[in-house]
């Protein structure tokens, strides 16, 4: 069974720093697709980032040069590097694994139960 | 960016009601589209990809439809347990967008 279990969320002061980190098992990260999407909370859902089976990188426009997302294949886990945070980044920050199936790509599936950053002085 | 757009946002049915959601693309995206459930205080979970394609273990009263910009998620039945916010999103191309949500309420 493939899981995934986020950690590092916490309360940061705006324009501090914090790196996220998901934990798997059941799948390998060199070989699998993984994203982060977050969800302020009350509000919809919002794909952040995701790291190809290749080590190539994707993010959405709102975290270019302030996130990074990367993956360590020795312990099997992927980080989400955050810089330069913002009251606006307040929201749980869910990993996915992202699979593909009958011709469609991205499908984010399992996904972890997610951690709180507060971005707040 | 491709713009996903649910409708209604909230709807409020009874136990045993035929439900259906739609999402709307702003451009084509062909079958790439999927479907989430989540639970308050829950992470969501995988419905339905490819538009009309069954997740392993989620039961047959749920069923997708629908090619190009338009979309549905239905619900042959009610139960208690359907009761959460659903959420379309499209896989066609980056960034990847989701719908705002419809929330299921108890009527």
């Known amino acids: 069974e493939v899981q995934v279990v986020e950690s590092g969320g916490r309360l940061v002061q705006p324009g501090g720093s914090l790196r996220l980190s998901c934990a798997t098992s059941?799948?390998?990260?060199?070989?699998?697709?993984m994203s982060w999407v977050r969800q302020v909370p009350g509000k919809g859902l919002e794909w952040v980032s995701l790291?190809?089976?290749?080590?190539?990188?994707s993010q959405a426009d709102y975290v270019k040069g302030r996130f990074t997302i990367s993956r360590h294949t020795s312990n099997n886990t992927v980080d989400l590097q955050m810089h330069s945070l913002r009251p606006e980044d307040t929201a749980v920050y869910y990993c996915?694994?992202?699979?593909?199936?009958?011709?469609?790509?991205?499908?984010?599936?399992?996904w972890g139960p997610g951690t709180l950053v507060t971005v707040s002085s | 960016d491709i713009q996903m757009t649910q409708s209604p946002s909230s709807l409020s049915a009874s136990i045993g009601d035929r439900v259906a959601i739609a999402c709307r693309a702003s451009?084509?995206?062909?079958?790439?589209l999927n479907w989430y459930q989540q639970k308050p205080g829950k992470a969501p979970k995988l419905l339905i990809y490819?538009?009309?394609k069954l997740q392993s273990g989620v039961p047959s009263r749920f069923s997708g439809g629908g090619s190009g910009t338009d979309f549905t998620l239905s619900i042959s039945s009610l139960e208690p347990e359907d009761f959460a916010t659903y959420y379309c999103?499209?896989?066609?191309?980056?960034?990847?967008?989701f719908g705002g949500g419809t929330k299921v309420e108890i009527k």
């Open positions: 451009q084509t995206i062909g079958n790439s």
């Open positions: 490819g538009a009309s």
């Open positions: 790291i190809y089976s290749g080590g190539a990188t």
């Open positions: 999103q499209q896989s066609y191309n980056f960034p990847l967008t």
């Open positions: 996915a694994a992202v699979a593909a199936a009958a011709g469609v790509r991205f499908i984010f599936d399992p």
């Open positions: 059941g799948l390998t990260v060199s070989t699998n697709h």
